[in-house]
């Protein structure tokens, strides 16, 4: 009497437990299915026209010097943009900037983008600044088709377009460089930034 009294006590928790591994299960599979949509629209578009700003600043650069260090600052802000406006869409939308479908994009995106900081260090101190608007439009847009793999279709095809851009700076002569950085970084952005924010907002 008492141990069948004991096993119907112990009953409710292991079907607790159950209920709590199903629902964990479930919000798992739905996490993994579900694509990343905090790609931030009009904060794309700023961060294309941060890039038309510097594309002729940087051609009016008299040293390679000079035309780096424009580049580099326009990408420090087009990151601090990207990020900001990246976290304002997460709450936006009520998930966590840290949730799993953000976690597979930057880790598949932020590889090419630290391999591109690496080489542009490489090839500036050997003195092959030719090669990078080439490599930068390569290594971006690599890194937005594999990291658009987890998000909007609109993401990848972007990334597609750098890499037709990136192919074309690298064979092409150097003075296509800033032309085609402009085209990418500003003119890309900016389309595909309004074209993200009016299907998935902003």
């Not at 409710?12 to 905090?38: C, K, M, Q, V, Y």
Request: hydrophobic letters at 55%.
């Amino acid at each position: 009497m008492s141990s069948a009294s004991g096993a119907a006590r112990s009953e409710p928790p292991a079907l607790g437990d159950r209920a709590i591994e199903n629902l964990s299960f479930i919000r798992t599979t739905i996490e993994r299915a579900t694509p990343f949509t905090a790609v931030p629209g009009w904060g794309g578009v700023a961060m294309g026209v941060t890039a038309l700003v510097a594309a002729p600043l940087a051609a009016g650069q008299d040293s390679i010097r000079g035309w780096l260090g424009v580049w580099l600052l326009d990408a420090l802000v087009a990151m601090g943009i990207g990020s900001f406006a990246m976290a304002r869409k997460a709450r936006a939308l009520g998930s966590a900037l840290l949730a799993r479908p953000t976690k597979r994009f930057l880790l598949s995106f932020t590889p090419a983008i630290a391999v591109g900081a690496i080489l542009t260090y490489v090839l500036y101190q050997g003195g092959l600044g030719r090669a990078l608007p080439g490599l930068w439009l390569l290594l971006y847009g690599t890194g937005v088709v594999t990291g658009g793999a987890f998000s909007v279709r609109a993401v990848p095809l972007m990334g597609l377009c750098f890499l037709v851009l990136g192919t074309v700076a690298a064979l092409g002569p150097e003075s296509w460089g800033d032309p085609l950085l402009a085209l990418g970084f500003g003119v890309l952005h900016i389309i595909f930034g309004v074209l993200i924010a009016r299907r998935h907002g902003g």
